[in-house]
Each structure stands twice: as C-alpha cells, then as structure tokens.
C-alpha cells in the first residue's frame, strides 16, 4: 500500500458518533484531496446538512498530542492510501497562492508600531502559523518577538526585551520591560467587594496619550475619603471650584495661612454666629482703595483691656441720638502736637447724653 502527501481542504468539522455513523470517531474530519476530487460536488442526500457529503472520506489527526479543531473552508496537509480509503490530517497548510499572508503581516505591523517598536518585521524574518482559523501564532527569526492575533483582532505582541504589547483595536496596554505601564480606552469600571490600594512615588490623573485633560471626576463614597500628603499638596483649578459639606467642617494649620482673592470675596453665615480668635500677636484690617462697613441690628461692642485708638483726619457721628460714656472713662483727642486746633464735629441728630463724663483735655491736646 502507497502513501501519498496530498494538500485537502475540509468540507465538514468532527461530530460525535450517532446510530447512523456509529463508526465515526469524534476525531474525524471530512475534507476533499486536491486536485483528485475536484470534479466531486455535493450529492443532496438527506444528511448533507449535518455532516457534509457522504461521498467524501473522513480523516482523523495523524499526531496524538494535535488536537486541532478544523473548520470548513481550512486548507490541510494529508497523508493517504492511493484509493483514499485510509488517511490522516497532518496539519494545517498555507493556502497556494499565500493570499492571506500579506494580509496577516499588516496586521503584525500595525500592531508593532502601536507598541512603539522602532523597527517592525519584514516578510522575510516572519514565522506564521495559522491555528484552526480562530487565531496565528507567529514569531520574527531575527529579533525573538512573538505573539498571536485573533480572529476577533485581538492582538498580543511579546518583545525580545520582556515588554508585553496588547490591543483590540481601541484598547491597548503596553508593559516595557522596565515596568511601565501604559493603558489606553475609552472607559474603565471597576467594582471591588474589599479595598484598593495604589501606592507610588507619583500618582497623575490629567493628560492622555494625546495631551488631553480629563474633561470631569467624580469621586462618589458613602463613607468617608481620607487624602494625606507628606510633602506639599496642590489643587489648581482651571475654572470656578466649589465644596459642599452637610456637616462640620475643621481646618488645622500649624504654620502660616495665606490667601490672594483676585477679584472680591463674599461668606454668609445664615446662623450661629462668626468667632475669629487670635492667640498672640496683631489682628490687622487693611483696605487701600475702598471703605471698610460695620453694619449690625443689635448692639456692636468694642471691647479692649487697653486703650483704643483711631487715628482719622475726621470722625463723623451720624444718625444716632447720644453719645454716652461711663464716668469712669475718658476721651482725649490728639492733635498730634502743640496747641494746634481739632474742630469736634456734631452732625445734625448727634445730643451728648446727660450721664456722659467729662471730655479730659491733657496738656497740648484740645
């Protein structure tokens, strides 16, 4: 008995064995010799919907640790009897006229230069294997990458250097062989039933592989959120920026605070009342080009365990019917020195109460 290498392509997958072909193995493989059969067509019995044509012999894998799965339409290399009747499929072959190959090479290269590679693969550095047209494996000779490419263009690319390039057309992540990691997508959601944590000299969220800043963030707990720094902490905002809290706020500063307010400031209190209290040192209200207005419905207190002074070309009273002062205090208005004259002033509605004490007038001063 003769054997001959014969090029075939499959006509019809495995099946498991029925009572109509009890004999078929779950290893069988209909396929059609090339040229032989090539004049063979499809004779419509009642079976050829499940398992091809009946006319056409079924050949298991020759190699026992091969178990490729081959679909209709795939090209295989076949050992057989001269009469066909005993056979085996060696494995997948490369179709005549190779017109696959260009195609599969495109696709390497667009992937090699998305994972930055300097250089990409020639034809002729370039080992191919098509695996039961579900996925190529293939490797380049001169470098040692390697990698696969799925049917769905699933691409996995494994440089000689250890980096590690994968993509699906518009996701991609990329690991050098430093450690790096890159990802790139449109969008991630995670959901973890424990904790995360991430750890590093630098964290960044901001610019993407095109330069772009995140357009918005949002951070949604229903516990709490705990940032610490033990260097300096920075928060720029490009636009307006706004905080809200539904409970108590506590800012602790063990150093100085300073802030620049460029065009005007504004704080309401809707109740409770406002307590700024100064441990040591000077309590300073400065304003260069505008007034300063102390507005209030009840009673306002000035209250100093030293003396109070206001140092003013003119003190205007308006708008209220005394002025009363305990008998135990007194006024002395400095006219900063000699016997240089400072008019007093009684606006129209201004009366000196009656319990006033007297207007001490000290030596040089009127």
């Known amino acids: 008995m003769d054997y001959m290498l014969k090029l075939g392509v499959v006509v019809d997958s495995r099946h ?46 020759f190699f026992r640790n091969n178990d490729i799965c081959y679909q209709p339409g795939d090209p295989v290399w076949l050992v ?20 696959d190959l260009k195609y599969f090479i ?64 518009t996701y991609s992540m990329t690991i050098t ?61 490009g636009g307006n920026s706004s905080m809200r809290t539904l409970g108590d706020a506590d800012t602790f500063i063990t150093k100085t605070l300073k802030e620049t307010i460029g065009l005007g400031a504004k704080r309401n209190v809707s109740a409770g009342g406002d307590k700024e209290t100064v441990g040591l040192g000077d309590y300073t209200i400065s304003v260069l080009g505008g007034s300063i207005t102390l507005a ?23 708008q209220c019917d005394s002025i009363q002062l305990p008998a135990t205090l007194g006024v002395g208005f400095e006219s900063g020195a000699g016997s240089v004259s400072v008019p007093i002033q009684v606006m129209p509605g201004i009366g000196l109460g009656t319990t006033m004490a007297p207007i001490i007038l000290a030596e040089g001063i009127i």
């Open 16 to 61: 498991l064995p029925d009572d109509n072909h009890p004999l078929w193995g779950p290893n069988y493989f209909q396929v059609k010799v090339l040229p032989d059969m090539n004049d063979i067509g499809i004779d419509p019995g009642t079976d050829l919907d499940k398992y091809g044509d009946l006319n056409l012999p079924r050949y298991p894998n």
């Open 80 to 99: 057989c009897d001269d009469d066909y009747h005993v056979g085996f499929i060696l494995g997948p072959a490369q179709p005549p006229a190779g017109d």
């Open 106 to 169: 495109q696709i390497i290269n667009k992937a090699e230069t998305g994972a930055g590679y300097a250089e990409i693969s020639a034809i002729n550095e370039l080992t191919i294997q098509k695996l039961s047209n579900t996925y190529i494996s293939f490797n380049n000779v001169a470098t040692g990458m390697s990698g696969q490419i799925y049917n769905t263009f699933i691409v996995y690319i494994y440089g000689s250097d250890g980096s590690i390039y994968s993509t699906n057309g």
């Open 177 to 237: 062989a430093d450690g790096n990691i890159t990802v790139n997508g449109k969008t991630e959601t995670k959901h973890l039933d424990g904790d995360m944590l991430i750890t590093g000299n630098a964290v960044q969220f901001g610019l993407g592989s095109e330069g772009n800043r995140i357009s918005s963030m949002l951070i949604d707990t229903t516990n709490q959120i705990d940032l610490q720094a033990g260097g300096s902490f920075e928060i720029t905002a």
């Open 296 to 318: 209030c419905s009840a009673p306002l207190t000035l209250a100093s365990v030293s003396s109070i002074s206001m140092v003013t070309p003119i003190l205007n009273l308006s």
